[in-house]
Nanobody, 124 residues
Framework: QLQASGGGLVQAGGSLRLSCAAS????????MAWFRQAPGKEREFVTS????????NYKDSVKGRFTISRDVAKKTVYLQMNSLQPEDTAVYYC???????????????????WGQGTQVTVSS
């Protein structure tokens, strides 16, 4: 029901745009998020957006470089990533939750729907 795409290999300083296409159900009222997981590390919150109102939140290290947005008509959430750094290398997952609140935005267990992940590799 969530299909992530757009990952790839990019040099440091480059850009990528990830997409998360929703299908099979409506996510009206949901919080949509991107998480990432680097090898040997736990999955971590990157950013989120309210499907209805567009309220956004970002991990501190990506503020000013990453932008989350959504196209309601296309039922797609995007993650524009600029000024990519090697430490951004990870598998990126999109997720959706109807019950997450501000204090649990970064808790992966609060999200009931997950995409399959897309690999982002940033070379130095």
């Amino acid at each position: 029901q969530l299909q992530a795409s757009g990952g790839g290999l990019v040099q440091a300083g480059g850009s990528l745009r990830l997409s998360c296409a929703a299908s099979g159900r409506t996510f009206t009222g949901y919080t949509m998020a991107w998480f990432r997981q680097a090898p040997g590390k736990e999955r971590e919150f990157v950013t989120s957006i309210k499907w209805n109102g567009g309220n956004t939140n970002y991990k501190d290290s990506v503020k000013g470089r990453f932008t989350i947005s959504r196209d309601v008509a296309k039922k797609t959430v995007y993650l524009q990533m600029n000024s990519l750094q090697p430490e951004d290398t990870a598998v990126y997952y999109c997720a959706a939750s109807s019950r997450v609140i501000y204090s649990t935005l970064g808790v992966s267990g609060a999200y009931g729907y997950w995409g399959q992940g897309t690999q982002v590799t940033v070379s130095s």
